[in-house]
């Protein structure tokens, strides 16, 4: 029975897939493709306040909806905000490494983004040394932007964040994602690969 709630639930839209415009009137919430020849970085972070460590889930998918890379990296840190900075950090590492010219980098941390668009980088001192090196990485890309989104818009990142070990990610995600990711990426109305 687990399987098929499971199953139902990547089909039908949930609460977290909608957001709320008047009462009794929705608009479903989707990932986008960014535009394009260019990629999206998708970065969320996970925080556990007991081990003052967090995860951090990556996602990278291009302008045709495929999904490139998928990353997990474990942190220490000590707020959830400063767990939020280093995935973009890590997003912006990683985009840098595969050497991509001209990405979107997203996320739900809207104080990180708010930062990072902001030209005075209005933040708190703690994150600071971390959005620095964010703002220089990012302007060694041919174009960049950054992206606050909702939650909603934003799950894959989470899923990968919240339940993936960073030695679970491996090469074969990539042609062959779990089964679970899948069912994300499925909502977000990408084509995957077979289960």
């Not at 972070?45 to 990296?73: E, H, K, P, Q, T």
């Not at 890590?90 to 990405?103: I, S, W, Y």
């Not at 220089?136 to 174009?143: D, P, T």
Request: aromatic share 8%.
């Amino acid at each position: 029975m687990d399987s098929f709630k499971l199953a139902s639930s990547c089909i039908r839209p949930s609460g977290a897939d909608r957001i709320t415009l008047a009462r009794g009137v929705y608009r479903l919430v989707r990932w986008s493709p960014p535009p394009v020849n260019w990629r999206k970085i998708n970065v969320n972070a996970c925080w556990r306040r007991n081990f003052l460590c967090g995860n951090i889930g990556i996602v990278v998918r291009d302008s045709y909806s495929g999904c490139n890379v998928v990353r997990s990296v474990r942190v220490h840190a000590f707020t959830i905000e400063m767990v939020e900075a280093l995935a973009v950090l890590e997003g912006c590492l990683l985009a840098n490494n595969l050497q991509l010219l001209e990405v979107v980098i997203e996320s739900d941390a809207q104080v990180i983004m708010r930062s990072l668009n902001s030209l005075s980088l209005s933040c708190d001192w703690d994150l600071f040394p971390n959005l620095i090196p964010v703002l220089e990485i990012g302007r060694s890309f041919q174009s960049c932007s950054w992206s606050w989104v909702l939650r909603a818009t934003n799950r894959a990142a989470d899923f990968v964040a919240r339940n993936i070990s960073p030695e679970m990610c491996g090469f074969s995600w990539v042609v062959r994602p779990p089964s679970s990711l899948v069912g994300i990426l499925n909502k977000d109305g990408l084509p995957c690969p077979p289960l």
